[in-house]
């Protein structure tokens, strides 16, 4: 795994068409490697705009911080 730290949002389009919110938490064990735990939110979107505003009301995401798949 790369050291370099993931963004800590994934937006991916599931093959419905609609937009799934993964939310990555980074962490660092004793040795300085990174453990990143991801959970997927239940809820879908239509548009990756409106993945964004969800992202940023409940977990205070700013821009730079999403990456898409």
Do not use: C, H, W
């Not at 419905?16 to 490697?33: A, C, E």
């Amino acid at each position: 795994m790369s050291r370099i730290p993931v963004k800590p949002f994934l937006i991916t389009k599931d093959e419905q068409g609609m937009f799934r919110l993964t939310v990555r938490v980074t962490r660092f064990n004793s040795q300085n490697y990174p453990l990143v735990t991801a959970t997927l939110q239940d809820e879908t979107f239509k548009t990756m705009a409106a993945t964004r505003a969800f992202a940023r009301e409940f977990f205070g995401a700013e821009p730079g911080q999403y990456a898409t798949k």
